[in-house]
């Protein structure tokens, strides 16, 4: 499943619903946002930042299980 062009509440929404998202999943929906998703210290920690969203630094997850 390929989140393109998801809107914010579509996006919301599919998070709500934790536990039916796969970790490729999770970073399509965010950089449909305009978000930036990175790897982190480990293989399965992602970190994700928005440099036009005033106060926000990042936000990060873990991708070590199959669905997040």
Same mark, same amino acid.
């Given at each position: 499943?390929?989140?393109?062009?998801m809107s914010?509440?579509?996006?919301?929404?599919?998070?709500? %619903?934790? +536990?039916?998202?796969?970790?490729?999943?999770?970073?399509?929906?965010? *950089?449909?946002? #305009? $978000?930036t998703? %990175?790897? +982190?210290?480990?293989?399965?920690?992602?970190?994700?930042e928005?440099? *036009?969203?005033? #106060? $926000?630094?990042?936000?990060?997850?873990?991708?070590?299980?199959?669905?997040?």
């Amino acid at each position: 499943m390929v989140l393109n062009d998801m809107s914010y509440d579509s996006v919301k929404t599919r998070f709500e %619903k934790r +536990g039916m998202l796969k970790c490729f999943e999770v970073v399509s929906a965010l *950089e449909s946002l #305009g $978000f930036t998703v %990175k790897e +982190g210290k480990s293989p399965n920690h992602k970190i994700f930042e928005h440099d *036009e969203l005033p #106060g $926000f630094t990042t936000g990060s997850f873990n991708c070590g299980r199959e669905k997040w």
